[in-house]
């Protein structure tokens, strides 16, 4: 986990969720099935713990079946991200969800239980209680991430100053610190903020 998502989970409010259960009952993962599997043959701690909850449904119609509404809102997401592959979608369901919409391992439920929704790109089902201030963490991160650009640019300008080596290598860090800052939101887009 990197410092993004400790501030972000740090600071993410316990107090939104509405119970409707559809996150526990009508997952999914960008990991294949498949995948998941041999990464949890091969021991990743992240897998093992996926699958020791999440059973999958034996088909997307069988989880639409549950919830429409959520598996259309996952693909659709995932079509506008150029990221939806319907030979790898796999939903599933949680063992642990009782029919109540509760927990029943919930003071000793995994940590990605804990943390969902584990960043401000995360789908949510629609209606889930966070999706406004998960809309709101995403503009705040977009605007920060603008100022970063705009302050590279300052940057870039005064690097052209005739300024000593050292006091160049110096502006050469700040500027791969800040592109780094960039390139970590590019897979959500930052390019084009
Ligand atoms: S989908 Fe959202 S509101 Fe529903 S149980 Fe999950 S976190 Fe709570
Ligand atoms: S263990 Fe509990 S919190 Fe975690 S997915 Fe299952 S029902 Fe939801």
């Given at each position: 986990m990197d410092n993004y998502e400790k501030n972000y989970l740090s600071k993410r409010p316990e107090n939104l969720c509405r119970m409707c259960g559809l996150c526990c009952r009508v997952a999914t993962t960008t990991t294949p099935y498949k995948k998941l599997k041999e990464m949890a043959a091969a021991g990743d701690k992240g897998a093992i713990d996926f699958l020791s909850v999440f059973e999958p449904y034996p088909s997307i119609d069988a989880a639409r079946n549950v919830s429409a509404e959520t598996?259309?809102?996952?693909?659709?997401?995932?079509?506008?991200?150029g990221n939806y592959y319907?030979?790898?979608?796999t939903f599933y369901k949680c063992k642990y969800l009782g029919d109540d919409n509760l927990c029943q391992r919930y003071n000793n439920r995994l940590l990605l239980c804990k943390h969902f929704p584990a960043s401000p790109w995360a789908i949510v089902p629609p209606g889930c209680g966070y999706e406004g201030w998960?809309?709101?963490?995403?503009?705040?991160?977009?605007?920060?991430i603008?100022?970063?650009k705009e302050e590279l640019l300052e940057l870039q300008l005064l690097k052209k100053k005739a300024f000593s080596p050292d006091i160049q290598l110096k502006i050469s860090a700040v500027e791969k610190k800040m592109l780094n800052t960039i390139d970590i939101h590019k897979k959500h887009g930052?390019?084009?903020w």
């Open positions: 598996v259309d809102n996952v693909i659709k997401n995932l079509k506008e991200d319907e030979e790898d979608m998960l809309f709101m963490k995403r503009e705040e991160t977009k605007q920060k603008r100022k970063v930052s390019e084009n």
